[in-house]
T-cell receptor, first 114, second 114 residues
Framework: AQSVTQLDSQVPVFEEAPVELRCNYS??????LFWYVQYPNQGLQLLLK??????LVKGINGFEAEFNKSQTSFHLRKPSVHISDTAEYFC????????????FGTGTRLTVIP | DVKVTQSSRYLVKRTGEKVFLECVQD?????MFWYRQDPGLGLRLIYF???????EKGDIPEGYSVSREKKERFSLILESASTNQTSMYLC?????????????FGDGTRLSIL
């Protein structure tokens, strides 16, 4: 079975500072990895995904994530955050084990402070 | 772009009522999902469907049922609503056999049971 751990439930950061949101996963098979963002009162929107190839993945809104197989991590980073980045961020893993194959972390609420 | 539409953004019902939440997608996706989202718990899968009239229980199916009579529509039914079912409900869809594909989400229905 797969599982996802987001260690930080809340991350406050000042505007224009860098941020890292942590995600670790466990799986006995190869997985695909996703980060989603949820703005207030909206559904989830895909930020980026790792399928294969380069371990550094760039997404929308200046975010990027690095896949580290040995540490089973997929941390999300942005070098300089904006007020508009305030949202909840979810890490998810997908495995080829049937239709029900997207497993979510519990989310990290990023608050950007002016 | 894939469009997943949930019929209501906000809904208020009374305990004991039968409640229907509707979801429609326009991309001919085989797989559809219903989640509930609660603070600190992330997204929990209630039910999913991999084809018309086919359904599978997720992690928390108790108190819920689903219906998929047409490929584009997936309904979540609360048979007898209770206050502990007050939550945000999210519908998602994804292509069949597309375990490397992200799920596409609707904007959610915030349901309050009084």
């Amino acid at each position: 079975a797969q599982s996802v751990t987001q260690l930080d439930s809340q991350v406050p950061v000042f505007e224009e500072a860098p941020v890292e949101l942590r995600c670790n996963y466990s799986s006995s098979v190869s997985v695909y990895l996703f980060w989603y963002v949820q703005y207030p009162n909206q559904g989830l929107q895909l930020l980026l995904k790792y399928l294969s190839g380069s371990t550094l993945v760039k997404g929308i809104n200046g975010f990027e994530a690095e896949f580290n197989k040995s540490q089973t991590s997929f941390h999300l980073r942005k070098p300089s955050v904006h007020i508009s980045d305030t949202a909840e961020y979810f890490c998810a893993v997908s495995a080829p084990t049937g239709a029900n194959n997207l497993f979510f972390g519990t989310g990290t609420r990023l608050t950007v402070i002016p | 772009d894939v469009k997943v539409t949930q019929s209501s953004r906000y809904l208020v019902k009374r305990t004991g009522e039968k409640v229907f939440l509707e979801c429609v997608q326009d991309m001919d996706h085989e797989n559809m999902f219903w989640y509930r989202q609660d603070p600190g718990l992330g997204l929990r899968l209630i039910y999913f469907s991999y084809d018309v009239k086919m359904k599978e229980k997720g992690d928390i199916p108790e108190g819920y049922s689903v219906s998929r009579e047409k490929k584009e529509r997936f309904s979540l039914i609360l048979e007898s609503a209770s206050t502990n079912q007050t939550s945000m409900y999210l519908c998602a869809s994804r292509p069949g056999q597309g375990w490397d594909q992200p799920q596409h989400f609707g904007d959610g229905t915030r349901l309050s049971i009084l």
